[in-house]
Structure formats: C-alpha cells, structure tokens
C-alpha cells in the first residue's frame, strides 16, 4: 500500500478524481467502522493522494449518517498530512453568487446528531479550535483558484447544519443575519476530526444556490442545484489537481495539535482506549518521551 500525502474529499455531485492515473481501490476497517466507500488512490503527477467520496460514490448516506471518525481514522492509517474537501453549499450572502468558490477561514455548529471526537472512554484531549481551518492549505487554495482563474472569496464562515433537509426561510434569514456565509451539512466533523489526528484540513465550498432567504431567486430545487454543481465540480477537481501535482506540505501547527491538548495522565489512559487511538497517540507519544 502506497503512502500518500494529500487525501480529498468530495462531496454532492464530486464522486471521483478523473485525473487520477495508475488507481488502486482499498477497502479499510478501522476501530471506528467503516468509511463511507472505498477508497481509492491514484497518482497526479508524480505524487499519490488518496480519494473518498463522503456520501458513498452512490451518493446512499444522509450527511447524519457519515461515519466521520471512520473517514479521518482512514486518512490517518494512509499516512495523509493534508486533507482538501469539497463541498456543495448554499449563499447566505448576495455577493456570492451561485457557481463560484469560497475558501472558508470560520465554522459554525447549528447540528445536534452527530460524534464529533476520537477522545473519551478514559482519554481527554482538549483541541485548539479558534482557527478550525489549516492556513497552509487555504493558501495554496486560493493560488489554485486565482491561477485557473475561477470566481472566488478568500474567507467566509461556514455554518454546519444538521440536514438532510434544506432551511426554512425562517433559519436562512436568521443565518444571514448572523453574518454566516455558506451553509452546508457536513464539513464541521471533518474539521474537528482532522484536527484531532492533526491532519491539515481545508474547504473549496462550491456554491450552487443562495439557500431560500433571497427575495428574486427561487426557493432550493435540487434540479438547478445539480445543474450548478456538475460546473463546480469540475472546476474543483483541477484546482485540486493543481495542487497535488505542484505541492507539498508544509510544516505548520496542526501537525502537534495534540501536544499539549492531552489533560488525562499517560499513566491513567486505558488499555482498550490507547490500541484504539494509537495512530493518532504515536507522534504525542515520541514527543513526550512515552
């Protein structure tokens, strides 16, 4: 099995990298479950990343019904530093139209359903979450965007809504009034999960709608929204592209998110507990001298 450095993520409408060469299909376990579909690596360039369609390549699971520890645990078994997702949303603001990019900088949880940490069961770890988005990642986004020169905004907040539903008008105007940018239903989880196994991790949020809060566009339909979306999705898969061939990662925080986030003692961690996390423990672990 290839070690691979970049993983991606597609979401509604993204399913596969077409330009992926010399494709191996793996199926993983983890102590988790089992991640959404299999997953598949495959070569760009001269380097190997390794893709995963969230909702199943099928598109067969709800966003509540993603198991997101399976999907980042994967990752992480693989050996991915960086994760670039990709993700259909909804205009909470006029200026950002339909078909165009955001390279989100915020998150906000509007979700009630759902795990969104590795830890507990007799290990605590405490994250720093105030910058939930790799900026190391983000940049190398935004030069991708400006180079294929697609429509796009360098920052914005992404809310995280619980789904499968579309808003009310009522929590769309809310949202907007609250200064969020795009709405979606999936990104949250990844976010914090990646974090925890200090992956680096960005959004490319690919717009397909202005959710139902605007006075002259109409209400969601989901035919407009696919239309939009098969665009996006191929604008997606050459900035990604585009920066798995040409880059690298660079060293930046995320990588010791867990240094000092560990509050229970080493001494105290149980047995079960620690084998399960250990992928994620090993660098905390090597620094701490344990």
């Not at 190997?48 to 909702?55: D, I, Q, T, Y």
């Not at 105007?173 to 974090?195: C, D, F, P, Q």
């Not at 949020?205 to 979306?229: G, N, Q, R, S």
């Amino acid at each position: 099995m290839r070690d691979v450095e970049f993983g991606i993520i597609g979401g509604s409408g993204f399913y596969n990298m077409p330009h992926f060469k010399k494709r191996e299909e793996i199926h993983l376990k983890t102590p988790f479950g089992e991640p959404s579909d299999a997953l598949i690596i495959g070569e760009i360039g001269k380097k190997s990343a390794v893709f995963l369609a969230r909702h199943g390549r099928h598109h067969t699971l709800l966003p509540t019904e993603i198991n997101f520890k399976a999907n980042i645990y994967a990752m992480k078994l693989l050996g991915v530093k960086a994760i670039i997702s990709a993700s259909a949303v909804g205009s909470l603001k006029e200026e950002i139209h339909p078909g165009e990019m955001v390279v989100p900088d915020q998150i906000f949880d509007r979700t009630r359903h759902r795990e969104d940490t590795f830890f507990g069961q007799g290990i605590v770890a405490h994250i720093s979450f105030a910058k939930p988005f790799c900026h190391t990642l983000r940049e190398k986004l935004l030069k991708s965007l400006i180079k294929h020169s697609i429509p796009f905004h360098q920052n914005g907040t992404y809310l995280c809504m619980e789904g499968p539903q579309f808003s009310t008008r009522a929590e769309s105007n809310l949202y907007k009034a609250w200064g969020m940018s795009v709405i979606g239903m999936t990104n949250l989880h990844e976010a914090k999960l990646a974090r925890e196994a200090e992956i680096c991790y960005a959004t490319l949020a690919l717009v397909t709608d202005y959710d139902c809060w605007h006075p002259v566009e109409e209400e969601v339909k989901i035919e407009k929204v696919l239309e939009i979306m098969k665009k996006n999705t191929e604008n997606a898969q050459k900035v990604i592209s585009d920066i798995i061939s040409e880059d690298h990662i660079d060293s930046c925080e995320c990588s010791t998110a867990l240094r000092n986030a560990i509050v229970t003692p080493r001494s105290h961690w149980p047995e079960e507990t620690y084998q399960k996390l250990k992928p994620l423990l090993l660098r905390w672990e090597k620094f701490n001298g344990k």
